[in-house]
């Protein structure tokens, strides 16, 4: 259960950001209608929207506007689509389901997968640059520097090539870290401190939400593995113990179900230290946020 | 035959180029060496690098420096290089050869063929933003935001989408013409106009180089159709033919080899027109190399 002014702010936030990001991809031609139509089918597939919601609190929480955060908090949300795109193909993860739906390449075909989830990437960076182009500040700079290097091979890139490397083979305990912040922690991490920039935050407010969003990841990416051993087919929307039947090492067959909750209790404490310097009303929003995190079911 | 002032400026510009890339994918460690090895294997590769050449030659045209120029070629020739690998893949164009070497996938597999292509776009935003980070002026922003729009669903990506659409079946001159304008002569367009921007180029001159980039892009696919059918492996380093064997309509194919070549001709001379206007010694280069693509080989 979250609070009324959460569900709220979940509520209208969401709703704005689907409107929004349905005229970013608004478009398409007789001839490359069939990429529109793919961008589409996956943007708009729902989901948590937790990136671009964590974006636009962490703006709110530093004194900034939604307005301002906005083309972050959809590039994000973007970026995170095309990632899932990719991953599903059967060269990848080669998975069936997504969000209760078909994959994207289930529906369209390989090839335009592909090119939906490149259109996507690149379409992130153009609306981050169209921002930009408004408001050529440093800190929204620095803030497409911070987006690119967490999206690309020194993050989320570099952590799905990390995982591929990891199937069917032993794992270390430095791997599966390295997997887990990679994959999942750095755009998230990302996500908190593009928001504080679009903000104008100070370096100790940023270094704040740096700190808290690696917490987070982490804690993010166990709860997934645990969910994949103990969710259901319907809270999930995707096939149950896909990481086993891909003998995927996760943080549950390293350590343990036990551990792996202390685990996720542990980050979130940790994240919630650092966000406790966030005195507003968004600050609180976003504490909650992460305190729901914890308990959720897919 | 070109003059030793431009054989020399190739030279020096590519050495650079060359050696700017290298520092970009720098990086890797042991769980991750697999994706920045592929990067490196395909933009180390070779070829003409014609869209950083002509960015930085542009810039050059309107008074800038190269300094200012090179992270928006690096970024291009990353782009390139991403849509090359993307392109290749089996459930693309399926080809096995590029630049006279085995394709991405054919060497380190489909899946860190797709990350290896994911990670140089992405990178390529990385590269443009840090440049942005140090020196965030609006026309550096229109830049990116040029790049991006010429690279995604606006411009490549839609033009490979169209392009795998007309495969095996009836194309109209219509659709040809979006295919060609889109899938190469976007980005060659986005090469001159970002090489104007970094250098502060007047609306003028940044309409001629649009204009000029247009002519070329179309220019230079026509002749890639032209060397399909007439060119030899040797020269082209790629499966000759295989716009054919994959019953992909072509210029050539629609109109006849003969009204192919006039318009590459036609295309140039709009091109050198529109060049016209960069009296100093970088356009002069500019007008000339864009006489060399019409007589290329490969």
Redesign the interface.
């Known amino acids: 259960m979250v609070s009324r002014e959460l569900s709220m702010f979940l509520a209208e936030t969401i709703e704005e950001l689907t409107g929004r990001l349905e005229a970013d991809?608004a478009?398409?031609?007789?001839?490359?209608r069939?990429?529109?139509d793919a961008?589409h089918y996956s943007l708009m597939a729902g989901g948590k929207r937790l990136r671009p919601v964590l974006t636009l609190l962490a703006a709110l929480a530093c004194g900034g506007t939604k307005d301002d955060a906005y083309p972050f908090a959809e590039a994000l949300e973007m970026i995170h689509t095309?990632s899932l795109i990719?991953d599903d193909?059967p060269?990848?993860d080669d998975d069936d389901y997504r969000r209760g739906r078909l994959t994207n390449h289930k529906v369209f075909?390989?090839?335009?997968a592909?090119?939906a989830?490149?259109?996507l990437?690149?379409?992130a960076?153009?609306v981050m640059?169209?921002k930009?182009?408004q408001d050529?500040?440093?800190a929204?700079?620095?803030a497409?520097?911070v987006v690119?290097?967490a999206?690309?091979?020194?993050g989320m890139?570099?952590?799905?090539?990390?995982d591929?490397?990891?199937e069917n083979s032993e794992i270390s305990p430095e791997?599966l870290a390295?997997?887990e912040i990679?994959k999942t922690g750095k755009l998230i991490q990302a996500a908190l401190v593009s928001g504080g920039l679009s903000a104008g935050a100070s370096d100790e407010e940023l270094s704040a939400l740096e700190k808290a969003g690696e917490a987070i990841g982490i804690a993010f990416q166990i709860q997934d593995d645990i969910l994949d051993v103990e969710g259901s087919f319907e809270e999930l929307g995707k096939d149950l113990g896909s990481d086993h039947e891909n003998q995927k090492a996760t943080y549950v067959s390293l350590f343990g179900m036990e551990k792996a909750k202390q685990a996720v209790e542990e980050e979130t404490q940790r994240a919630l230290q650092e966000l406790g310097r966030f005195q507003n009303s968004s600050g609180a929003l976003l504490r909650e946020l992460m305190l729901s995190l914890v308990g959720r079911r897919k």
């Open positions: 991809i478009g398409g031609g007789p001839y490359d069939r990429v529109f961008m095309y990719h193909l060269a990848m075909g390989e090839a335009t592909i090119l989830g490149d259109g990437l690149t379409l960076f153009e640059s169209r930009l182009v050529p500040t440093p929204n700079a620095k497409i520097a690119a290097h999206a690309g091979v020194h890139v570099s952590g799905q090539m990390a591929m490397e990891a791997q390295f997997i990679h």
